[in-house]
């Protein structure tokens, strides 16, 4: 089987229909084909069919996705724009007092960004339409701190229209950044600016069309100009934004729209700015025990919780640089393509979402060096999983449902998220093994579960087999919607997955191995 990494790391599926956050599985569109989900099929076919004619299908887990979650996480890798008055000040958070005047960018093309994430694999981009120092990329009509008085355009630019059309004419989806503290506001942490920040949205959120998504950052209160007071505001995180109808006001403007924040709902944040999941990452999380910008839960934010109450999906967030804005003494210090590489290893191969950072410099374009290095890394990936080794082998289980075809190991070998094997309840261990038409030396693999049904397994391990001797080779966790693992080089005609845990029964829809690119590194 020919790869490439849209169909290792992102799921060749596209899921349409409600994207609230039921629990129901409906049609699923795969290019070429339409399939009804797995569950959907069950109870039809056990309403129209006669009696024992088909098995039962395997039963979700209580908490599972909803279909626009997965159509969400089956991007795998987005982007983010960095761009404000920051830029200008060589500042990571500006203080609110700067003059519009200050934002000049001398050859400013938003198309230069979006085809710089789309040559690096990005699905999505999101700018800070307006970051902590209040500055509005487009011209609100409730504030003076805009882009209408500054020198781009002579106050007739809108950044944020800009950059909207370009995404949507490049084939990517589209995000916005609207930070919740505002140092500029003379109202902030009093209630009028609720009202203020609540009338932002709606005018982002209808003035642009269909937005994808909306960014909210936990950075809350502290030192700012706060329209002259030049002072310190604090605000109690847990009720002050009031979150729960500002949530439901962007989702009445947007009902398709996808909302990260640190307690989701729909995305949450994975607790560092490394771009880093937790090894063993679960997408359940108990959303009532987070705060938006509270401290002390950035480690279960990095864990997740195999008994959460909400499926909320980890975004990875990190910078190309070692700051979020541009600054030119940073120019040396951009993250290498193999650095990148085991960013994303370390996120989308953990069950995560990874969302890199691009800050445009005051000329308004993206680096060369930040281009340079996004594309060799992509180049890398292309390299590694452009071919699946698994090619030509034959897949066996000790068990699968029914044993009926609908469950049959050899579905893990199609490359399609709705297939899968499944074993009858409770058997564990369960074992896979997939025999390769000769031996073949590899060194990193992937597994993935349907995870439509939710995220099961708790525990497995792979071995492989050289002439008659099976051997360990790896030993983990979770898996969920894609686990990819870097092992040393192997050489082996044999290999077997063993499911030791799982939250229900055992199901697993993809498995390949594949053998890294000579620039990639080891990344142990």
């Given amino acids: 089987m020919t790869a490439n990494p849209d169909a290792l790391t992102q799921l060749p599926v596209n899921l349409s229909g409600d994207t609230g956050n039921s629990n129901k599985s409906t049609e699923m569109k795969i290019p070429g084909l339409t399939y009804l989900s797995a569950l959907l099929c069950a109870l039809i076919v056990s309403a129209c069919a006669p009696k024992g004619s088909a098995p039962h299908d395997i039963s979700p887990n209580k908490i599972i996705p909803t279909r626009a979650q997965v159509e969400y996480q089956k991007m795998g890798m987005i982007g983010f724009v960095h761009f404000t008055i920051n830029t200008f000040t060589d500042k990571e958070w500006g203080y609110g007092d700067e003059s519009p005047a200050l934002f000049n960018p001398s050859r400013l093309d938003v198309d230069q960004w979006v085809e710089t994430a789309k040559s690096g694999g990005m699905k999505e981009l999101i700018l800070t339409a307006k970051h902590h120092d209040g500055f509005c990329l487009w011209p609100s009509k409730y504030t003076e701190h805009s882009i209408k008085n500054s020198p781009y355009k002579n106050g007739q630019g809108d950044l944020v229209g800009e950059f909207v059309a370009s995404c949507r004419k490049h084939g990517l989806k589209v995000g916005l950044y609207l930070s919740p503290w505002d140092r500029n506001h003379r109202d902030y942490g009093k209630p009028e600016y609720i009202r203020y920040y609540r009338n932002q949205l709606r005018e982002l959120l209808t003035q642009y069309g269909e937005i994808n998504e909306i960014w909210f950052d936990g950075a809350n209160g ?53 771009g880093f999941a937790e090894e063993n990452f679960w997408s359940t999380i108990d959303a009532d025990s987070l705060t938006i910008g509270g401290a002390g839960q950035e480690d279960y934010l990095n864990s997740g919780d195999p008994d959460g109450k909400n499926w909320i999906i980890g975004q990875c967030d990190v910078s190309i640089r070692p700051g979020w804005f541009y600054h030119q003494a940073e120019d040396g210090r951009v993250k290498s393509p193999q650095e990148l590489v085991d960013i994303y290893y370390k996120s989308v191969g953990r069950n995560a979402v990874l969302l890199v950072n691009l800050p445009p410099d005051r000329r308004g374009l993206i680096h060369e060096n930040d281009v340079r290095s996004l594309k060799a890394f992509r180049q890398i990936l292309d390299e590694t999983f452009r071919v699946d080794l698994l090619k030509g082998a034959s897949v066996s289980a000790g068990n699968f449902r029914a044993k009926h075809q609908k469950f049959s190991p050899e579905n893990v070998l199609d490359n399609n998220m709705d297939t899968y094997w499944a074993t009858d309840d409770n058997v564990f261990p369960a074992e896979l093994t997939v025999q390769l038409p000769e031996e073949r030396e590899f060194d990193r693999i992937l597994i993935r579960e349907p995870v439509q049904y939710g995220q099961r397994v708790r525990k497995f391990r792979i071995e492989v087999r050289r002439g008659n001797t099976w051997s360990t080779l790896y030993e983990g966790g979770t898996i969920g919607f894609g686990r990819l693992i870097r092992v040393r080089a192997t050489k082996a005609d044999r290999i077997r997955l063993v499911i030791l845990e799982a939250n229900n029964t055992v199901a697993i829809s993809g498995i390949g191995i594949f053998k890294s690119s000579n620039d990639e590194g080891a990344g142990f």
């Fill in 222 to 274: 502290g030192a700012g100009y706060y329209g002259g007071a030049n002072e310190t505001r604090t605000i109690d995180r847990k009720t002050y934004y009031d979150w729960e109808h500002t949530f439901a006001l962007v989702k009445t403007l947007q009902p398709r729209i996808m909302i990260f924040s640190d307690a989701g709902p729909d995305l949450h944040w994975i607790g560092n700015e490394k």
